[in-house]
Every structure is written in C-alpha cells, then in structure tokens.
C-alpha cells in the first residue's frame, strides 16, 4: 500500500497580512514549504508527495523540489480557490485504486517524524486519522453575537494536520460532500465524519 503526501499550500495568505503567500515566505533563509517538504522527503513510511499550489506558484515549488532533491515530489498541480476544492484536485490526482492519503498543510513546517509515522501506522486499524492537541483557550460557542454555550475544554481538542485516510473512504464522502448544494467544510476530516460516520 503507498502512501502519499498531499501538501496543501494554495492559501493566499491574506489572514497573514503579507502579498506573498506565506507558505512562500523565508524563515530562517528558507521557504516556509520547504521545511514541509523535507519533513515527508525524510520520511521513510512515505512513498510519494504531491503539491497542490496556486498555477502562480506551480514553477517555484518544481524549483524548490528540484534544487534540493525532493525526489518524491511526484506532482505539483493546481489547486482551488477553497481547501476542499484543493484536496478534491489531489484525490483525483492519484492513480491507485486505494492507498493512503495524507494531507498536510504546508504552513506547518516543523511536523515530526513521529506524527508522520504514527499516522501511517495508524491507517493498519482505522479509516481516517486525524492529529489534534489540547486547547488553550476557552472555547465559545457564538451566534449572531450571543454566546450559546461554553463547551467543557477537557473534551476538546485542535485539529491540526496531517489528517490521513484510505483513499477510498475519503474519496466517497468527498463524493457525497460534493453533491451538497452550499458547500461548508473546514477540513478533510470534517468531511469525513459527516458524510462516512463509521
């Protein structure tokens, strides 16, 4: 079974306040999706990596994997205006029947090993994975300017990426998720638990 990276890095940035997007912005001397991609290069569970970026940035990214031996890097493709339109393209990018899929945001630089390993390991028993951590803050639950409720912090958690999954499973519910008139997704695994709960 391969496993593949999707790095997702067609965000513009605009929340960032700067013109280019920062997944591109330098960090110490380097691009942020740099570090991204050396952390999947390194990986020895993942077989290939496909980027899916704005068709301004498609040149930069083959640069960056080509100057420094990102041999994974498989595809760069075109990526949509909203997240979810950018992991469709990326589904449909991938050729086998089934293997796993991990999506990545590219504006997380400094994934470990450990979680990258843990989620592929974790593919053997589930469908979907998901990597979250503990809330900081207080969470409150608004509508139209009123606070309904204040969850209970111990029982939630900050999902973060990657998020992994079977093809196949993430495939269908994005089939199904795709037939919905108004589209309202966060996240692949949002997409998941709505549309394929078991």
């Known amino acids: 079974m391969k496993n593949i990276a999707v790095i997702l890095a067609s965000g513009n940035g605009t929340r960032f306040g700067s013109k280019l997007p920062k997944q591109f912005v330098k960090l110490a001397g380097k691009p942020v999706i740099q570090?991204?991609?050396e952390a999947f290069q390194k990986s020895s569970v993942i077989d290939e990596i496909i980027v899916v970026t704005g068709a301004d940035y498609i040149d930069l990214v083959l640069d960056?994997?080509?100057?420094?031996?990102?041999?994974?890097v498989c595809k760069v493709i075109n990526g949509g205006k909203e997240r979810y339109e950018s992991s469709w393209s990326a589904i449909q990018a991938i050729e086998y029947d089934e293997c796993n899929i991990l999506?990545?945001?590219a504006?997380?630089?400094?994934v470990s090993q450990k979680i990258i390993s843990d989620c592929v390991s974790a593919l053997s028993k589930y469908n979907a994975v998901d990597v979250v951590v503990d809330p900081t803050d207080t969470i409150v639950k608004v509508i139209n300017n009123e606070i309904m409720s204040i969850p209970d912090r111990r029982h939630l958690r900050r999902g973060q990426t990657p998020q992994a999954f079977k093809k196949s499973v993430v495939e269908k519910a994005y089939e199904r998720f795709l037939k919905e008139e108004?589209?309202?997704?966060?996240?692949d695994?949002?997409?998941?638990l709505r549309y394929i709960p078991h």
Do not use: E, M
């Open 35 to 37: 570090y991204t991609l």
């Open 64 to 72: 960056i994997a080509a100057t420094n031996g990102f041999d994974k």
């Open 103 to 105: 999506f990545h945001d």
């Open 107 to 110: 504006v997380r630089p400094f």
């Open 182 to 187: 108004i589209k309202v997704a966060s996240d």
């Open 189 to 192: 695994c949002g997409i998941v």
